[in-house]
C-alpha cells in the first residue's frame, strides 16, 4: 500500500525535482565538450591540464537548490589537484544583506578584510568533500578570490556593476579592461616543485640525501585563520612567539580541523630539532611557493596580443561587490 501524499508533498517534491534538473543541465552545458580522462598519475610536472572525475556524472551535484551553481574543478586556480577527488565546489550569488555588510569594509585592516573575503566565502560558497562533512574553510588560499569574483560575476551576471581597470601595454598603449573570474592569473606553480607533486596525498613529498623526509600542502583557509588567530591571541596577551616559524606554519599542517594550539605548539618545538639542511630546504621551497601566487590579470589587447597586467581595484577593494560608478546610479 503506498503511503497517502497531500497536495503539498506532491508540489514540494516536483519543486525539488525540477530545480535538480535545471542545475544539472545548466552543469552539463559546461562539462559536455569536455572529456573524461583519467586521474593525473602521482608524479606530474605542472597544473597546466586539470583533471577530470570519472565518477562525476554518478555523484549527486551540489548545486541541487535553485540559486546555487557548481564551478568546475579544472577552472580554479589549483586546477583542483590538491583536493579529495571527485570534490565538488558550488557558489550562489551574494545577497544585499551579505554585500551591505561587506560595505563596512575598512580597508586600511588588512585582518577584518580578510575576516570579510572568508564571510563571502562562508555565505555564498559550498565544498563537498567525498566522506567528510565540507566547510568553506577545507577551501584552499590560493582558489579563495577566483570564487569571490565568481560570486561577483553570479551577483552580477547582467553586468550591473562593471569592475573596469586601465592597463597599458609594453607600446604605451593605453585602454580599459574588465575584471571577471576567466580573466584572473593567479597561482603559477614553479614546475621544479610540481615533480614532487604526490596524488595519492595531496601534497609534495620531499626526501632529502641526509634521508630526512617531509610534507608541504597548500595551506587552506581553516589553517590560515587559524594561524591569524594564534598571532593575534598571542600579541592582545602580549605573549612572545616563534615568528620564524610562522613562515613555514602555513605549508606544515595538513587538516585544519585537527590544528589546535596544543598541536601547533608541539609543531614549534619539532622544529627546534631540523637540521640546518632541512631549514635550507625547506626555506627555499617556501619562497618557490610563495612567489607562484601573483595576482594579475591575463587579457587580450585590442591589438590582439596576450598581456598581463597586476590585479588591482581603483575603487579599493569595496567596488568587488559594490558599484564604484556611483554618478553613473544617478539622474
Known sequence: MFDEQTPEDIQSK????????????????????????ESPSARVT????????????????LAAEIGWKNIPMESIPSKGFFYEDNTQIAIRAASVAEIRHWSTIDETDLLGTDDMLN????????IKV?????????????????????????TFKNGENKLVINVSDDDGIEEKVEIT????????????????????????????KNGEQFNLYLPTLGTMNFIKNYIKQKQQANKNFDKAFIKYSPFLFPEWKTLTQASYDRAVQDSLTWSLQKISVLDKLVD????????????????GG?????????????????ISDIFGELV
Open 181 to 208: 573570474k576567466d580573466l584572473l592569473d593567479y597561482f603559477n606553480p614553479d614546475e621544479r616543485l610540481m615533480k614532487y607533486f604526490d596524488n595519492s596525498e595531496k601534497c609534495f613529498r620531499i626526501q632529502m
Open 14 to 37: 516536483i519543486e525539488k525535482e525540477a530545480a535538480l534538473f535545471a542545475q544539472q543541465n545548466e552543469d552539463k552545458e559546461i562539462l559536455d565538450h569536455e572529456d573524461v580522462q
Open 288 to 303: 618557490i611557493l610563495s612567489s607562484s601566487v601573483n595576482p594579475q590579470i591575463r587579457y587580450t589587447s585590442s591589438t
Open 130 to 154: 567525498p566522506g567528510k562533512a565540507g566547510s568553506s574553510k577545507d577551501l584552499l588560499e590560493i582558489d579563495r578570490f577566483y570564487l569571490i569574483f565568481a560570486i561577483r560575476d553570479y
Open 119 to 126: 564571510f563571502i566565502m562562508d555565505k555564498c560558497c559550498r
Open 306 to 322: 596576450e598581456r598581463v597586467s597586476p590585479l588591482n581595484f581603483p575603487g579599493g577593494i569595496k567596488s568587488i561587490f559594490l
Open 46 to 61: 605542472s597544473l597546466g591540464k586539470a583533471k577530470k572525475f570519472q565518477e562525476l556524472d554518478q555523484q549527486p551535484l
